[in-house]
């Protein structure tokens, strides 16, 4: 039978373990994102893939806070993360530190989520605003776009949304599935 | 350049165009979902992959309704929907009429998302509880679980999320790229 299995037999790390456990090269940058129940969902989602850190770009919101804790629920004190004032210059950082950094945003000249290979080399991923997306002199400065395709009447997902499928796509064949015990 | 779309340019399908295109033969169940701005992120993510159906049911908010349209952005009046008392009574009308039907949860004997090959038939996946998860007997009655592998120290993922990861993984191969203008 397929009997749910609790909490504590999941046997997920603890916050020591997660500190010292290889995390995945994979960097996220937050452009301009207002709403902190989508930065503390983020955090879960970046959790729960090990990824190596949130850069939480301009206006977005940045821990201790009660909103973004309620989504995170504790994942702002496991996830690395830090704040910087301008996208920009974060995004040109991390090209010089030889990262490859991608906007995901529906664009020109796009690649198709499923039609990206993740080399396992360092990457970086940026999410953009609610309603004005990513920054274009963000986008212009990135290596490319990464598109998530879509077939209904809205103009796109919600950004913890997308930031999960795109992680998961790039992530998943380094996830190994719980062991039986 | 990768230049930004606009919203008129995606030329996404308009309503009439949604109930009239042909849809992914997937259902989603709401098993007493407490959040409403998670139900309305799974409308969104329902819109933008074009299912068949959502079905929410026991305590699970419905349209119409303030909270759940601040996350759905208009996607209750384009996906269609339908309110179900009981979860289980819904997964048995359904395994009588043909379709396929899997818990999305972390259970024994479970399949890793990325070893699950959607064939293209009739498919309803049943997303449980913020806290609960799917309930035991809902569980015992579908066809088998889908569990997300994750690699963190928090024991899932948001439920909006996991929606928006797991129609992304079975309907990928079935979204077709944006075509340039």
Redesign the interface.
Known sequence: ?????T?EA?N????S??KN?AKRQVTVLLDNVRSL?NVG?VF???????IEKLILCGVTGTPPNKEIEK?A???TS?VSWEHSENTLAAVLALKADGVKVY?V??????L????FNYDGQKLALVFGNEVY??E?EV??A?H??I????????????I??????VL??VL???????K??
């Not at 879960?44 to 090990?50: G, I, S, V």
């Not at 198709?112 to 039609?115: G, R």
């Not at 913890?160 to 499928?165: C, K, L, R, T």
């Not at 998943?172 to 719980?178: A, I, S, V």
């Open positions: 039978m397929s009997e749910k299995i909490n999941l997920r790390l603890s916050a373990e997660f456990a129940n969902s879960r989602t970046a959790d729960a893939f090990l989504t629920l504790g994942a496991t906007a945003e529906q664009a020109k000249h796009s198709a989520l499923n039609a997306g990513v274009q986008i212009d990135c490319g776009v598109e998530i395709p879509q077939a209904g009447t809205k103009h796109s997902l919600n913890a949304v997308s930031a999960g499928i998961w796509e998943k064949n380094t996830l190994e599935h719980r039986e015990e």
